[in-house]
């Protein structure tokens, strides 16, 4: 493997922590509030695993068809117009990464803020933001290898949390695997569909690995392993979590609350256990921050060198890191860290970035139409993967714009923003040729 590339064991660890942060951790407290059966809520992540599997299988053929960085920008820019790719990269760079970074980070601010008496959780957000930043501006060997142990430590943390939980707990709860008489209803209901963007948005992350393409070794080869293997772990690893969490802690306990985490951990080891539990899972996040630092840039990278107005950001350093997208990423998400709260932002950015893999997704059917679907994978279960994914993913949608309307519309708007600012650039400053 050249010095210059990240390995298949860093971009599936880049999958895994991308995947595995602030969702999974928090969620739970919002579907509570409308669902109350332990069937119908594990139903809901084995939904989201499947539609995240159908996403990935997909997107393991666009890669291998179009291996080029830059995730969902190359592909539809690909696949549609220039404009729509520019749309996308808009999207992946106000919102796409740098929403979910600064709530992963302020998560890993608040679980430290809980364990450690007079650490403000903002600060401590910030500070671990720019201390990443600057580790993965410096070499692909020195930042692949500080993705790959925090995530390899993330887990076994997990998987020490829900053998300890389920070890300790005095009082466990019942955890129902099999559907009761209403359970029908659940599953086809608003509430269902709603509380699926928030499973959706713990799932975000499992088309990870297409953002560095360029950058990972023999990826038309490795691209379908890398996919596969890091959205089947976290699938497995999201259940066993979700079913511990249900079995350690009453639901009126978790239901509204985003510390879930925590409160488990307080019903299984008391209040001592709960502040050492509190800075495993602040340790946990590390990965996750780490890993969008990575990919969400080299969004911003791609558009540098489609887009002569946006040059700066395609500069590289001389191990071919794109220092300046990072910085300016990293920028944007300190900016949410001091300005969001947290929900709102969860639903919003849940929702936009649902709308952009529905068209990366939908773009494999154009590819094969056009039979310029040249890659050496073809995604496994075609039609019926991409198919699933696109059936679920608008259901979801659907229903966010109805129940949701503020967090909806306000999606559409930065989309509508985004078409407005590359017209402007398409007026003022034609795209270079690549």
Sequence with gaps: MSSQKYSVRTAIAIVVANMIGTGVFTSLGF??????????????????????????????????????????????????????????????????????????????????EASVEGISATLMASVLVVALTFTHV???????????????????????FVVTVGWSVQEPQVVRLLPDRDDGILLTSSA????????????????????????????????????????????????????????????SAMAGKIEIGVIVAQHAFGETGAMVMGFILATLLVSTVSAMVIAGPRVLQVIGEDFRLFSVLSQTNRDGIPMVAIFVQSGVTLF?????????????????????????????????RRQTSAGTYKTWGYPVTPLVFLGLMAWTLTYILLNRPEEGWAGLAVIAVGAAVYFVTERFNQPSAR
Aim: with cysteine.
């Design 31 to 112: 579907q509570l509030m409308d669902i109350q059966s332990t069937f119908v809520l594990l139903m809901l992540w084995l939904v989201g695993g499947v539609t995240a599997l159908c996403g990935a299988l997909t997107y393991a053929e666009l890669g291998s068809s179009l291996p080029r960085s830059g995730g969902e920008y190359n592909f539809l820019s690909e696949i549609y117009h220039p404009a729509a790719g520019f749309v996308s990269g808009w999207i992946s760079a106000t919102v796409g990464f740098a929403a979910p970074t600064a709530l992963a980070a302020m998560t890993f601010g608040a679980y430290l």
């Design 138 to 160: 410096f070499s692909h060997a020195a930042s692949g290898g500080v993705q790959t142990i925090f995530t390899l430590l993330k887990v076994v943390l997990v998987l020490l």
């Design 192 to 251: 269902f569909a709603v509380s699926l963007i928030y499973v959706n948005y713990a799932f975000t992350g499992w088309n990870a690995a297409t953002y560095i393409i360029n950058e990972v070794d023999e990826p038309q080869r490795n691209m379908p392993v890398i996919l596969f293997t890091g959205t089947v772990v976290v699938i497995i690893l999201y259940l066993m979590l979700n079913y511990i969490f249900l079995y350690a802690a009453p639901m």
């Design 336 to 368: 949410f860290i001091l300005t969001s709260t947290f929900e709102s932002v969860l639903v919003f950015s849940g929702f936009v970035m649902g709308i952009n893999t529905f068209f990366a997704v939908a773009g494999v059917f154009i590819l094969r």
